[in-house]
């Protein structure tokens, strides 16, 4: 029962948040994966790594995806979007914390810029 309820709490949170927030979950998603991965390199659990940087780098294409290129800094994020990815893929491919690590350092990043935004407007 306690688990219907913080699934229908999940999706109605996901289901009335505003454009700004759901980009805020989704960078705070990317970050829950990453951690998760880098546990489970160091615990050398390969399998779950791979599904969770697979699903850090979902997440880095669809932010990418919901860019408007109207704004100017659409095409700095993009770069920086593409850059992340790259990493991500990295750090699959090696398994590498320290390259997990710098990724997610970017995504801490783009996450806190993104709520200092928040704020602002």
Same mark, same amino acid.
């Given at each position: 029962?306690?688990?219907?309820? #913080? &699934?229908?709490?999940? %999706?109605?949170?996901?289901?009335?948040?505003?454009? &700004?927030?759901?980009?805020?979950?989704?960078?705070? *998603?990317?970050?829950?994966?990453?951690?998760? #991965?880098?546990?489970?390199?160091?615990?050398?659990?390969? @399998?779950?790594?791979?599904?969770?940087?697979?699903? #850090?780098?979902?997440?880095?294409?669809?932010?990418?995806?919901?860019? %408007?290129?109207?704004?100017?800094? &659409? =095409? %700095?994020?993009?770069?920086?979007?593409?850059?992340?990815?790259?990493?991500?893929?990295?750090?699959?491919? @090696?398994?590498?914390? *320290?390259?997990? =690590?710098? &990724?997610? *350092?970017?995504?801490? =990043?783009?996450?806190?810029?993104?709520?200092?935004?928040?704020?602002?407007?």
């Amino acid at each position: 029962m306690a688990v219907n309820a #913080a &699934a229908t709490y999940q %999706d109605n949170k996901i289901m009335t948040a505003s454009p &700004a927030e759901l980009t805020l979950m989704l960078y705070d *998603g990317a970050i829950k994966f990453c951690n998760i #991965a880098i546990m489970a390199i160091e615990k050398k659990d390969l @399998q779950k790594a791979n599904l969770n940087i697979i699903k #850090a780098e979902n997440i880095i294409m669809e932010l990418r995806a919901t860019l %408007d290129v109207k704004y100017r800094i &659409a =095409e %700095d994020l993009d770069l920086m979007y593409v850059y992340i990815y790259r990493r991500l893929v990295d750090a699959n491919m @090696q398994k590498d914390t *320290g390259i997990l =690590e710098e &990724a997610l *350092g970017f995504i801490r =990043e783009l996450r806190d810029t993104w709520k200092e935004v928040m704020k602002a407007v």
